[in-house]
């Protein structure tokens, strides 16, 4: 009898080496017997999935030092602070940055500029983001690291599946391929492809609220069912549902920012109404606050500097900003209580540039939240979902596509990545 | 080496079952040969599985006889139309319906009663249906069917995988748990107990279009990544991706009806303000419409009448009816736009009492729709998702509850029925 494609004996291999890298990667160290417990496999199971992983250079040994000729008792494993390495890149409307991470999470590399891409061609753009993750790739290589994939956030919609951006409105980018202009370093003379992943910005955000405690210190990220919002120029939403991204029919979910909020309200660049963008979205806030004049100065100084004033104003009781921010909060209250009414999710995390802003956003948005998802309320539980602010703020999308180039080698450790003693990659 | 559960191959077994039973259920009568190719095994490997069917009484034997001694070569292969049959019913606020469908999902029994359940208390709403139930079992009972599953269809939240209606305002229910008040029918005496599955209407509205095509003649339901939107006294959704129901994480999904549409307009029972309800619900319709007066009326003179009311009046062109429909389309196309910002669905489809009120709802629906998605709508293909409506009209959420009850049977053929010797149930 024919099996289906994952039920042959080679992808329930695959699986389990998967899983076995993966449990160390969350978890470790971790004893084989720890890994054999935690993943539901004999010892004697795991015994060869880990040697296979130790020979490949994913997993290393760490502990206690083997007495000679007994075996390594005591010894556990780690991933490998050498070997793969996930490349993250975001495109922002007024900065680019690149980190890299290892297998274990940790980021090795970062590097960022401030930069004027509104309404910029995608070409030049790409040039100095190219030119940044050659800077990175090359302090990665000097510590035995090799790119096992490029993942990079971009403020727009991404064709689900494949590397152009379709529309990303505040960049001016519409139908923008960006694998070529990203070849020199997907597909470097002389070594390995890179394979590459474009994605939405409040999609990788959430991602990375996604990744395991263990990753960064044990902290325990929200619960698998989310909405994630984040803002840059624009205001996007990522949608997690039993851990997974609802990316939409073709591709183009989450798009909180033209939820209708006043629907005889303003008009938005969308050709709608009354959007939340048009009351929550940067530029509207600025306008509000009386801060857009400032705006100019504030785009010189670097990435997140107009989040940063409106920061300062706040806390300075500035009495426009305060409200202007308040009025904001009413807004995404009110965009948030329908996706609660449709979704249920277990959260809703402010990420990206609201993160920064939660104090004044915050109690305003909880107000209208509460008020319009009564009947979605569990009456048992006294409440709907609960709004938490992302511990990673304004990082997030960039940490989020570290972590989504990486997650090849964790789905397929063997596929993905050069056996050990392949050669080393050159540093361009 | 242990393997997780479904990679055993007991396991696996009983997939492949399932995969040949529903092969045939959707696109039957088909030969083993058909069969085999449609789910990808050999000849070999489905006969075991057929013979299984066959003697389980879940399959039968049609096509030309076989020739003495020969074998059956030109056999074909369809699903019994004896055996187990799934029971759906709903609980509407002003009718009580059950039907019975069998493997093919061809009705063998309805029967549908007016009922005044606003208000009324779950006991003497349940014993009522209990009387429908009782005769429609009697009557599948006499041609050989037994009922392998009960679905109730209600209007309100339901707790995610249980029994319990945790608030159905149309009905004045709060934590009313359906199962003692049914155990006439699902623990009957001397007869196998009979599962209870007890879902929000929307959802089975939205699992009856996901039927496959072959099961109602051939005509295409809509692409498995749909918002169906439906109505009865309130409104409410099922968001359906890559074929699979979006539950919530407590099940409370798809509360369309009080997604705020107008933030600063009418109050609403559920203590919000300008939600969808207060615009597109039925008792906002007749309040405008001016049809309010002939309410009670219609009330006596069962299911649908209002609704009907509305329709007759509106093809009268009488112009308050009208304006009301046109109004409550807006509102819809408002509410509906937030949605497919956020999912990027292919399709919304308007079931239940919407499909019969389309044509006075549909204009200003997707006018409002096309405004207020121009950004998450592909440029390339102009245009965001189709608006269909329901081929299953007010029969949806009825119907969906006969599948969702047949369900068991056809994802685990074995388990969930008696095998063929097995004495008939009676008729209570």
Request: some cysteine; hydrophobic content about 45%; aromatic content about 2%.
């Amino acid at each position: 009898m024919t099996l289906p494609g994952n039920d042959t004996q080679a992808g329930i291999r695959r699986r389990n080496l998967a899983r076995v890298l993966q449990a160390v990667a969350a978890h470790g160290p971790l004893s084989r017997p720890a890994v054999a417990a935690r993943i539901g496999l004999t010892r004697a199971g795991v015994a060869p999935l880990v040697d296979e992983l130790l020979r490949a250079g994913l997993l290393a040994e760490s502990g206690p030092a083997a007495p000679r000729g007994r075996g390594r008792p005591g010894s556990e494993l780690v991933v490998s602070d050498r070997g793969p390495a996930g490349l993250g890149a975001e495109i922002g409307v007024d900065h680019l940055a690149v980190c890299a991470i290892d297998l274990g999470g940790r980021i090795r590399a970062r590097a960022a500029v401030g930069a004027a891409n509104r309404n910029s061609a995608p070409g030049p753009v790409l040039e100095r983001l190219v030119a940044l993750l050659v800077e990175v790739t090359g302090r990665i290589a000097a510590e035995g690291l090799r790119p096992a994939g490029l993942a990079v956030a971009v403020p727009g919609l991404v064709a689900r599946g494949g590397t152009t951006v379709v529309h990303a409105p505040n960049l001016g980018w519409r139908a923008a391929d960006l694998a070529p202009g990203l070849a020199p370093v997907t597909a470097p003379a002389n070594s390995p492809a890179v394979p590459l992943t474009v994605e939405n910005e409040a999609n990788l955000g959430a991602l990375a609220e996604l990744r395991p405690a263990g990753a960064d210190g044990g902290r325990p990220g929200p619960p698998p069912d989310f909405v994630h919002v984040s803002a840059e120029a624009g205001i996007g939403a990522a949608v997690v549902v039993d851990g997974q991204l609802l990316r939409g029919a073709r591709g183009f979910a989450g798009e909180l920012g033209h939820v209708p909020v006043y629907p005889d309200g303003r008009r938005c660049d969308c050709g709608g109404r009354g959007c939340l963008e048009q009351y929550a979205g940067e530029a509207a806030v600025l306008r509000a606050s009386g801060a857009a004049a400032g705006r100019a100065a504030a785009g010189e100084a670097g990435p997140g500097a107009r989040i940063a004033l409106l920061a300062r104003r706040a806390s300075d009781g500035d009495p426009a900003t305060v409200r202007a921010l308040a009025e904001a909060g009413t807004a995404l209250g009110i965009a948030l209580a329908g996706a609660v009414n449709l979704l249920d999710p277990r959260a809703v995390v402010l990420g990206g540039a609201l993160a920064g802003l939660a104090p004044w956003v915050l109690p305003s948005l909880e107000r209208e939240l509460t008020l319009r998802t009564a009947v979605a309320a569990d009456p048992a539980r006294a409440g709907g979902p609960a709004v938490t602010v992302s511990r990673l703020g304004a990082d997030g999308p960039l940490l989020g596509a570290a972590h989504a180039a990486l997650r090849a080698v964790l789905d397929d450790p063997l596929r993905s990545c050069a056996p050990a003693d392949s050669p080393p990659v050159r540093t361009p």
